[in-house]
């Protein structure tokens, strides 16, 4: 059969999608700017007639009313693997939506050892003349739910770009195809401060040419980029692709020429599971070879990443405690993201040949106080907020960057770690960091 009469068989409407949606479903949705934002936003119209339907989603991009709306709880239940604005007010005003603890490279696998999907939705681009889509923006564990979904409907957008990799499917592998052309999310440039810039420059004295890059989520990760732009021949393999990466492709720090002896997986391709960003990052991706979307349950398996050479890993926290502990996802027992890769990396790096794995942070935070003044606090605390989730562990702890420095944490002591870490905490927060750490004997 032809590709268009592939597609004609398989188009359906929204209204058709939502009368296949029964109480107790479990849905996955794809996840960030590869959500169906046609679905997503009618869902609710589903409300009158289910109860108990869980949507798993991954840092879903819009409000939709199907959990920021209260009247939704015990309609629909966002069971989410990443947290962003959106849902993060949902959890607190609307009781619609819980985390799922994961580390993104096991998300999809874990969530299938104990749930099987009804159904998965998501998005495509238009099919090629041989039948096949491209998931565009993402396969973290898109791929693995359309494995293993009862049922697939995907919104054809005729915006997403069509990357190569993973991402190919033959629409045999798709029930239902909806025809929903919109804008594709977008995640605005975060301007890059003086303290980006500090912290970069510090990251970026360390990575040596030649090394493979990931970078994580933040402001910080994108002056690491900004600092990078000297170096030479590096490679990426990443969880996200982000519009830093373009500018380091095109100012020709990126080499994609294949180098055998040190490149050992996907040679010459820059891999990455997602990508987020902005209209030019998008436009990037667009049918270029160079870029390799690739499943997430491979991309961001440490033992996967570790076969790069010279891996270096790149992420930013919420607070560090005097030990090592980090926490990057949640302020006390409030979640505020995610793990996502934090961990998945880290470890990685730290097992590649010659690689190194860096947590940058700001010495200290602003905090909105109830009465809406500020509150500086510092980031570097002697121990992690009662009910904080750790999200790397101390002994998968190498570097740690702030704007005074650089902390080495590996095979150090507590004793060590603990003055290390003083030595790059904001001036006004040593001495009292010091007298806590003695206090409970990690300074000895
Ligand atoms: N205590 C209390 N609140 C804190 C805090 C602390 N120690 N540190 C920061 N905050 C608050 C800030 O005040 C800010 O609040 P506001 O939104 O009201 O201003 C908020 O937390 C966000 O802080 P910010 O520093 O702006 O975060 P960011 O956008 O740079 O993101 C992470 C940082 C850590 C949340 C983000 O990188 C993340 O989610 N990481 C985990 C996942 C990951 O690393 N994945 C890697 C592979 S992609």
């Given amino acids: 059969?032809?590709?268009?009469?592939?597609?004609?068989?398989?188009?359906?409407?929204?209204?058709?999608?939502?009368?296949?949606?029964?109480?107790?479903?479990?849905?996955?949705?794809?996840?960030?700017?590869?959500?169906?934002?046609?679905?997503?936003?009618?869902?609710?119209?589903?409300?009158?007639?289910?109860?108990?339907?869980?949507?798993?989603?991954?840092?879903?991009?819009?409000?939709?009313?199907?959990?920021?709306?209260?009247?939704?709880?015990?309609?629909?239940?966002?069971?989410?693997?990443?947290?962003?604005?959106?849902?993060?007010?949902?959890?607190?005003?609307?009781?619609?939506?819980?985390?799922?603890?994961?580390?993104?490279?096991?998300?999809?696998?874990?969530?299938?050892?104990?749930?099987?999907?009804?159904?998965?939705?998501?998005?495509?681009?238009?099919?090629?003349?041989?039948?096949?889509?491209?998931?565009?923006?993402?396969?973290?564990?898109?791929?693995?739910?359309?494995?293993?979904?009862?049922?697939?409907?995907?919104?054809?957008?005729?915006?997403?770009?069509?990357?190569?990799?993973?991402?190919?499917?033959?629409?045999?592998?798709?029930?239902?195809?909806?025809?929903?052309?919109?804008?594709?999310?977008?995640?605005?440039?975060?301007?890059?401060?003086?303290?980006?810039?500090?912290i970069g420059r510090y990251i970026a004295d360390l990575i040596e040419d030649g090394s493979t890059i990931q970078l994580g989520i933040g402001g910080i990760p994108n002056a690491v980029a900004a600092e990078l732009m000297h170096k030479k021949d590096l490679s990426i393999h990443t969880e996200m692709f982000t519009d830093g990466m373009v500018d380091l492709y095109e100012a020709g720090v990126i080499g994609t020429v294949p180098r055998s002896v040190r490149e050992k997986i996907l040679t010459g391709k820059m891999v990455a599971t997602f990508a987020l960003g902005t209209k030019k990052l998008y436009d990037f991706l667009h049918e270029n070879p160079a870029v390799a979307i690739m499943r997430g349950d491979w991309v961001n398996d440490p033992y996967v990443i570790a076969q790069n050479h010279k891996q270096v890993s790149i992420n930013t926290c919420l607070e560090i405690d005097l030990t090592g502990q980090v926490s990057s996802e949640s302020i006390g027992p409030t979640q505020f993201s995610g793990t996502g890769g934090q961990a998945d990396t880290a470890i990685g790096a730290q097992k590649s040949d010659g690689g190194k794995s860096f947590i940058a942070l700001y010495s200290t935070a602003s905090i909105k106080q109830p009465d809406g003044t500020r509150k500086t606090v510092s980031k570097i605390a002697p121990h992690l907020a009662l009910g904080a989730a750790v999200t790397l562990h101390r002994s998968n702890i190498d570097h740690v960057v702030t704007e005074y420095g650089v902390a080495k944490m590996k095979g150090v002591s507590i004793h060590e770690r603990a003055k290390r870490l003083i030595s790059i905490a904001h001036p006004d927060f040593r001495d009292w960091l010091e007298e806590e750490a003695k206090k409970v004997g990690f300074i000895v």
Wanted: proline share 6%; net charge negative; with cysteine.
């Fill in 1 to 198: 059969m032809n590709s268009d009469n592939l597609l004609k068989k398989r188009l359906i409407t929204v209204d058709d999608a939502l009368s296949m949606i029964q109480s107790n479903f479990s849905i996955v949705s794809a996840m960030a700017a590869s959500e169906p934002t046609g679905i997503c936003t009618r869902l609710h119209e589903a409300a009158d007639r289910v109860e108990n339907v869980s949507v798993c989603t991954c840092l879903p991009m819009q409000p939709y009313k199907w959990y920021m709306d209260p009247a939704m709880k015990g309609k629909f239940f966002n069971e989410g693997w990443f947290y962003g604005p959106a849902i993060r007010k949902a959890h607190k005003e609307a009781g619609t939506c819980s985390f799922i603890p994961n580390h993104l490279h096991q998300a999809g696998t874990d969530r299938l050892y104990n749930h099987k999907p009804n159904i998965f939705i998501g998005t495509c681009t238009k099919p090629d003349r041989f039948g096949y889509v491209s998931l565009s923006l993402g396969v973290t564990y898109e791929r693995l739910m359309i494995e293993a979904a009862d049922t697939v409907i995907l919104e054809v957008n005729e915006n997403m770009p069509r990357t190569y990799g993973d991402t190919i499917v033959h629409m045999d592998e798709i029930d239902y195809l909806i025809d929903n052309t919109a804008p594709i999310p977008e995640l605005g440039e975060v301007p890059i401060s003086d303290k980006d810039r500090m």
